[in-house]
């Protein structure tokens, strides 16, 4: 293994785990997810299957699957709760939608109800 397989390995992890962390800190829910969190996400979704298709056709199978799991190991650091937290307050803009409030549905009688029932 040359220096340069070395060195574009340490970079490709250090990449995955950045864009990594950024999908585990964004909402899951599509539909608490704002436009400007959704344009990043496909930006960087493409740069991280883009960077792993040009290593896989360089040749460099290691930093591929390095790259792979740097991402995933990245969304998993996204989701500890202390850091999440504490990134959602260090930058507001990662901050999911509020959610909408449950529709309400009219009974037969008149009254109305809540769309999820009685509790």
């Known amino acids: 293994m040359s220096s340069l397989e070395i060195a574009v390995t340490v970079v490709?992890?250090?990449v995955g785990v950045a864009i990594?962390?950024?999908?585990?800190?964004i909402?899951?829910?599509t539909d608490?997810?704002?436009?400007?969190?959704?344009r990043a996400s496909q930006t960087l979704g493409l740069i991280g299957v883009g960077l792993v298709i040009v290593l896989i056709?360089?040749?460099?199978?290691?930093?591929?699957?390095?790259?792979i799991f740097a991402m995933l190991a990245g969304v998993a650091i996204g989701k500890i709760p202390p850091l999440h937290r504490r990134a959602l307050e260090r930058w507001p803009w990662l901050k999911p939608?509020?959610?909408?409030?449950?529709?309400?549905?009219?009974?037969k009688?008149?009254?109305?109800?809540?769309?999820q029932g009685r509790r």
């Open 12 to 14: 490709v992890c250090v």
């Open 20 to 25: 990594g962390t950024f999908f585990g800190l």
């Open 27 to 29: 909402p899951l829910r």
């Open 32 to 38: 608490r997810i704002t436009d400007e969190q959704n």
């Open 57 to 67: 056709f360089t040749k460099q199978d290691l930093a591929s699957w390095a790259a």
């Open 97 to 107: 939608k509020p959610e909408r409030p449950a529709k309400r549905v009219k009974s």
């Open 109 to 115: 009688s008149g009254k109305s109800k809540s769309k």
